[in-house]
C-alpha cells in the first residue's frame, strides 16, 4: 500500500511527519516523500526533507496525504502540474487526505466539490470561498476524502484512517505507541477556546511571518 505525502516548497513539517510516523506502523504500508522535482524540499521551519521520488514516478498512490504551509499553499493552489496530480491520483487512490491549509490545494484541484472539509482555522474562509461546506471539527471524514484541521489535527487524521483501514484494535495501538496522549498546558487550541486576545495576537503574526491571505 503506497502512501505518498506530497511536498512542496514551504510546507509545515508536522503536518507531513505527524502521519507519516502514524501510517508507517500499518502493516503493508509503504510511505514515501513526494515533490514534483526528487530532492530536499525546503519547509516553512527552514528545515528541508528529501523526497525521493518525483511526482511523475508515483501516479498511482493508494493514499495521499498532503500537507499544510504558512503561506505557499496559496502559490501551489495555482500550480497546474501539482493539481493536475492530484487530480489524477485522486482517480486511483483509496483515501486522499490533507492537514491543515492542504485541504486548500484539494479544493483548488476541485476534489472538494460537494464535500464537507476542514482546514486551520484562520483559513476557513478561504475554503469556504471554494464552495466548500466548511465543519470547524478536528477530523472531518467524507467518504474517500478525509480532512484535518491545523498541523498538530494531521495525528487525528491518521489515526482515524488507520482505524478505517484496519480497526480499532490496531489504531489503539498505534496510539499507545507513539504515546499520543494530548494534556496540553494551556487550553487554547482551538479559535473556539481561545481568547480574543490570543486570536488577534496569532493573526498578527501569521501575517507578519507572510501569511498575506489571514484576514483580520
Not at 153 to 182: K, T
Request: hydrophobic content about 50%.
Amino acid at each position: 500500500m503506497q502512501i505518498a505525502f506530497l511536498l512542496y516548497p514551504g510546507f509545515t513539517p508536522l503536518d507531513a511527519m505527524g502521519p507519516y510516523q502514524v501510517l508507517a506502523a500499518v502493516p503493508g504500508a509503504a510511505p514515501v516523500f513526494v515533490a514534483e522535482t526528487a530532492g530536499p524540499v525546503l519547509s516553512d521551519s527552514g528545515c528541508s526533507v528529501v523526497a525521493p521520488l518525483s511526482l511523475a514516478e508515483v501516479p498511482r498512490p493508494d493514499i495521499v496525504v498532503v500537507p499544510g504551509s504558512l503561506a505557499s499553499f496559496t502559490a501551489m493552489m495555482r500550480h497546474s502540474p501539482v493539481l493536475s496530480w492530484l487530480r489524477e491520483a485522486s482517480t486511483h487512490t483509496s483515501y486522499i487526505t490533507s492537514v491543515c491549509t492542504g485541504s486548500l490545494l484539494l479544493g483548488a484541484a476541485g476534489l472538494l466539490s460537494g464535500r464537507k472539509a476542514t482546514t486551520h482555522w484562520a483559513a476557513r474562509a478561504l475554503l469556504a470561498d471554494l464552495g466548500v461546506t466548511v465543519v470547524p471539527d478536528r477530523v472531518v471524514d467524507d467518504g474517500p476524502v478525509i480532512t484535518a484541521a491545523g498541523v498538530s489535527a494531521g495525528i487525528d487524521m491518521a489515526l482515524h484512517l488507520v482505524e478505517r483501514l484496519h480497526g480499532r484494535d490496531l489504531a489503539s495501538a498505534v496510539q499507545l505507541a507513539i504515546e499520543y496522549d494530548p494534556a496540553p498546558p494551556l487550553d487554547s487550541g482551538s479559535a473556539e477556546k481561545a481568547s480574543p486576545e490570543t486570536t488577534r495576537t496569532v493573526l498578527a503574526g501569521l501575517a507578519a511571518a507572510g501569511a498575506d491571505w489571514v484576514r483580520g
